[in-house]
């Protein structure tokens, strides 16, 4: 339990250091590698706690996959981009089957309320089905649409609008 | 079914809107000579002045009721853009000296084309009696003469039916001041936004918050009876169409779906809600008989298809589909058949709400980066647009099918803060106001009058 939580505070902290102006984290693509393991002088034999977010957590997704895929205005079809992270999201699940997600389709603001909450539906789902056909099981996957409700990044113009079209990974 | 309390019932007592309200028409008195008449069928009209006495009490109690009534029916009038109520501080005679018959020379010096006069009693049994007589100027006539009984808590009501009925003889059309709005009352910064649910008369008094703010709501709509109101809600970040009870506060969940419900909007009867059914990425809408709990399936297309709004005779249904590539407003009957494209201009359309009148349909339309609020009719001509913005959406219309609700959204800046506020403005696109709220305001629904 211990371990764990330094683990959490290691995550955090990394996270910290790329996180904006947001409530959610903004990973996005490839953003940081394993966490970095402290190296210790030469011919000791040092304990220390393993660094870097637990395997199979919301945290080790983000750190190490990814947990969004984004959209171009208001289509649901997946980017080169999006398959590249979904192709390694779905490799994730594959080595940790007990783990379900729920994905999370999310509009910009740019469009009306009620047609956004379907955009957003279909966003998650075309992400859902992409995980399906790489070989996740469907049953470890669920979708939830916010329509236009939640974005991640303040303010309004494009560069916010571009990081609020998309499809998140909520590691239940 | 889900169930739960709300809020205290005592809220909801306090929301009870059916009181008695006994209405009589009074001795009309010579005719006029004159017809008087405002004309709103052509965009701007200069104002009407209109004098608006305060009506006579024979206790300072009285007095001061009969002041606030005034006040209430000069706003009203105000508020619609059709009359321009003249400065009190003009009037030449008294209430009391009113209460007979007016001189009229008196108010046609300060040019008042017409004047409301009227008492305010306290009978012995507690109840309130107000009469007001609608007088012409020029004409030296009485237009028209109620008086109303009512528990005196209800005074604002009886001064928008006073209001209306002003509204109706100078123009013809009926009013839609005794009514009420129910919206999404919201604050917070972008991505933090608490909503609640809130409801208002349509001047904004009686104001009340109907949900605490710890689940997201969206989209509610009145039931004809105003009894009810349907509405999404994520419960537990589940979201569903919910149906809320003013009466009781109860509200349950709508249907057992499969897939997130949204977009509920009555049937005019309000024996049915029309919504849709989002489920593996595709978005039908279903029709729920309110008795039966049968569920219909309307639409069969891949695409989106969504904000679903009745015709008022039942006959036909226009909604929101992009199956032709964009968002765009279609009509179909109400059994799914016979679906026709109305929309063709520039942009995308949305958010169609068919005019309690029939004859016209509102929407929301988004080209070149700029929102509008616009009508057109059923079959899609005579397209106008009446208000625009960064972003404005979802209109509602005023029972009388003159005047729309929406909200306007203004840009948010870096750190986030946002500022929603709704306003109403007149089918004729002049006379846009803000509608005061205690809080930000988007989604108004506006409801039918109260009977």
């Known amino acids: 339990m211990r371990l764990k939580f330094l683990t959490l505070i290691a995550a955090a902290s990394l996270l910290g250091a790329c ?58 079809d997946l980017t080169a ?38 955009l957003g539906e279909r966003r998650a789902n075309s992400v859902s089905d992409y995980l399906a056909a790489l070989g996740v099981n469907p049953n470890r996957l669920q979708t939830v649409s916010f329509g236009k409700e939640q974005p991640a990044v303040l303010g309004s113009n494009e560069e916010a609008w571009a990081q609020n079209r998309r499809g998140v990974f909520k590691v239940n | 079914m889900m169930k739960n309390r709300l809020s205290s019932t ?28 405002v004309d709103i069928t052509q965009g701007f009209v200069e104002p009407l002045p ?34 321009r109520p003249i400065d009190k501080g003009a009037f030449i005679q008294d209430p009391a000296a009113l209460r007979n018959v007016p001189r009229f020379g008196d108010w046609r010096v300060i040019n008042a084309q017409a004047l409301v006069s009227g008492t305010a009693e306290l009978q012995e049994d507690g109840r309130l009696r107000v009469e007001f007589r609608l007088w012409d100027v020029f004409g ?15 005074w604002r009501r009886v001064a928008h039916i006073i209001a209306d009925n002003v509204y109706k003889r100078l123009t013809g059309e009926e009013g839609y001041f005794d009514s009420r709005i129910v919206y999404i009352a919201e604050s917070g910064p972008q991505n933090r936004r608490q909503k609640r649910l809130a409801i208002m008369d349509q001047d904004g008094f009686n104001h009340q918050f109907l949900t605490d703010g710890s689940n997201l709501v969206l989209t509610p709509r009145f039931s004809p009876s ?45 024996n049915a809600v029309v919504m849709s059914l989002a489920q593996q990425g595709n978005t039908e809408i279903y029709r729920m008989d309110l008795r039966t709990r049968q569920v219909t399936r309307l639409t069969r297309h891949p695409a989106i298809d969504t904000s679903p709004s009745y015709s008022p005779d039942s006959r036909q249904i226009v909604f929101n589909s992009d199956r032709g590539g964009s968002q765009q407003l ?50 899609g001509s005579g397209e106008r647009m009446l208000a625009e913005g960064f972003l404005v959406e979802g209109p509602t219309w005023a029972p009388n099918g003159r005047v729309l609700s929406f909200y306007r959204q203004m840009p948010a800046d870096a750190r986030g803060k946002q500022v929603t506020k709704l306003f109403t403005i007149d089918l004729t696109g002049f006379n846009e106001r803000e509608v005061a709220t205690p809080i930000d305001g988007s989604d108004p629904a506006w409801s039918p009058l109260i009977q």
């Open chain 1, 19 to 76: 996180a904006s102006d947001t409530e959610e984290t903004s990973g996005g693509q490839g953003s940081g590698a394993a966490a970095p393991t402290t190296s210790s002088s030469a011919g000791a034999t040092q304990e220390s706690a393993i660094q870097g977010p637990t395997p199979g957590t919301q945290e080790h997704l983000t750190v190490n996959v990814g947990d969004r895929v984004f959209f171009d205005t208001d289509k649901s």
């Open chain 1, 81 to 118: 981009d999006s398959r590249e992270v979904l192709e390694k999201v779905a490799v994730w699940m594959n080595s940790y089957p007990v783990a379900t997600v729920t994905i999370e389709g999310h509009a910009d603001e740019r469009g009306t309320r009620e047609y956004n909450l379907a």
């Open chain 2, 10 to 37: 005592r809220l909801f007592a306090a929301l009870a809107i059916f009181s008695t309200i006994t209405a009589v028409m009074l001795a009309q008195g010579q005719p006029a000579r004159a017809q008087l008449n």
């Open chain 2, 50 to 83: 209109i004098a608006v006495s305060d009506f006579y009490g024979a206790t300072p109690e009285e007095q001061l009721i009969g002041h606030d009534v005034a006040e209430v029916v000069a706003a009203d009038l105000e508020r619609s853009g059709l009359f």
């Open chain 2, 140 to 154: 030296e006539g009485q237009l028209t003469a109620f008086a109303y009984t009512v528990p005196p808590s209800i």
């Open chain 2, 226 to 270: 105003l009894q009810e109101i349907t509405y999404l809600a994520y419960v537990n970040r589940v979201p569903r169409v919910y149906l809320l009870n003013l009466n009781t506060g109860q509200q349950e969940v709508l249907g057992d779906f499969p897939g997130m419900t949204f977009a509920p909007r009555f049937s005019p009867d309000g």
């Open chain 2, 330 to 379: 279609y009509v179909m009957n109400a059994d799914g058949s016979g679906v026709q494209r109305i929309s063709f201009n520039q942009g995308r359309y949305a958010t169609p709400v068919w005019s309690p009148r029939g004859d016209l349909i509102a929407f929301t339309r988004m080209s070149g980066g700029t929102f509008y609020i616009g009508v057109m009719r059923p079959d």
